[in-house]
């Protein structure tokens, strides 16, 4: 009898709450008011679901797995509370159990927050390699992935306390905006260090920190004048997800079944000749099989990112996102996406990633493009990437023998497409970052073109980017792994021979570095004409080119000799 009575507990209690809602709350006053909150917990299906207050429910979604219920509250007009959702089971007239939810309150003019833009320089963190501000956390009893340093594909500490500690020296250097590879959780078994397959979207990693320290780091930054850019992956989630365990719906992901390599053609989205597998592989294949892809045709999943996205936003006082893999989603749900997150923030910036090759193939991405026109597509992405001038710097320097088609005109040719951007100064400018190999392994350290190409970048249109390392003249080789180009970075880690941190602790070389980049970086926070200014660029001679940046009060004048000789220039 005993025994019996306890079984009968076990039995009440497994249901007795929800193990996971989602969002965990929300804001009072959000555009996005009809709310959809998952509720998971066994066999959470079987209740129907009321709320008090006179709050109303306007949907019940039930899908083929009855752990989940997708529950829509009406929040338009409701001002800042907690609330409760009752779950009753069909047979009785008493909740089973009753979940509090709360509407919080808003930030004073989180609406109207602005995002990063050409005045800003961004400074592109590998997380886990920047700096381990809190060597307690470097592993954790619920995480699979212990730290282990000698593995240069491993996890090494680096976490969110290091990023909060060398503020001070971000703010030296010159940058104002912050991008940290995702921080949100990730229980790979292996490689989890770059982040890019979560587990769990709501919560920072343990080993980066908690989501409170997060929130700590955008307050940090914000003092100091820095923004903070979140690193969104809106085309996959990591195989230990706790959803994908238990797949809310079949479609939840895209199934062929389970895996299909992804052919990463992204120029499928758009070919009118296309033949349908390939298109289907490239937008439905999983990036790698550790990663099952996202699918965004499922109303389902659009809004639970879209609201996650919206959540992080609010919570953490963000000021843009970087989107990993954009054009490898499936472009009427991305756009849907991007829309609804510009509509309840209008100049909140959003970059995204979209890898090509082709300025006119880069272009169909960017918000109101003519070419996304063709066939009535708007992405109402902001920002894309110029992966076309990082290309060519990555070569061109070494080309001291101009000639018709070799040397600083590859240069010049890249912005004589800027007609094909709807907005040229909202295109993200680099010479490197977490996915190339590094500039000064391609140029040896040579210092002259690290000049050239970092002065290229800050003053030309858009908005420069910095990859983290660069200004100390790191190296690394992509073709020896990605390890290779996402190192250390030196002074990050207790006991650490040399400290590039501090100008004590830099080599010369560092140093040298170091001061033309916090030069170059400091001088232009102060000057207009290259952050919105007009631009005016002459052919290049004798492979010296010459540009303007000009507004109605200022004028700047960039001069680069990629000859070997001396020049004189004539005005
Ligand atoms: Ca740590």
Redesign the pocket.
Known sequence: MKKFLFLLLLAASATAQLQKIEPPFWYAGMQHSDLQIMCYAPNVAQYTVSASGGVIIKNIQKTENPNYLFVTVDTKNLPPQTFDLNFTAVDSKKPAFTQSYELKKRRENSRLRKGFDASDVVYLIMSDRFA????A??SNPSLTEKADRANPGGRH???IQGMIDHLDYLQQLGVTALWPTPLCEDNDTKYSYHTYGQSDVYKIDA?YGTNEEYVALSKAAHEKGIKLIMDYVTNHWGAEHWMYKDLPTYDWFHQFPGFAQCNYRMTSQFDTNVSEIDKKLCVDGWFVRSMPDLNQSNPLVLNYLTQNALWWIEYADLDGFRVDTYSYNDKQGIAQWTKALTDEYPYFNIVGEVWMYSQAQMAYWQKDSKIGAIESFNSYLPSVMDFTLQDVLSSVLNEDQATWDKGLIRVYNNFTNDFLYPNPDNILTFIENHDTTRFNELYKNDFQKYQMALTIMATVRGIPQIYYGSEIGMSGDKGKGDADIRRDFPGGWKGDANNAFSASGRTAEQNKFFDFTSKLLNWRKKNAAVHFGKMKHYLPDNNVYVYFRYTDDQSVMVLINNSNQKQNIKT
Do not use: F, M, V
């Open positions: 381990n501000g809190n060597p956390n470097d500490g680096g976490d080993r």
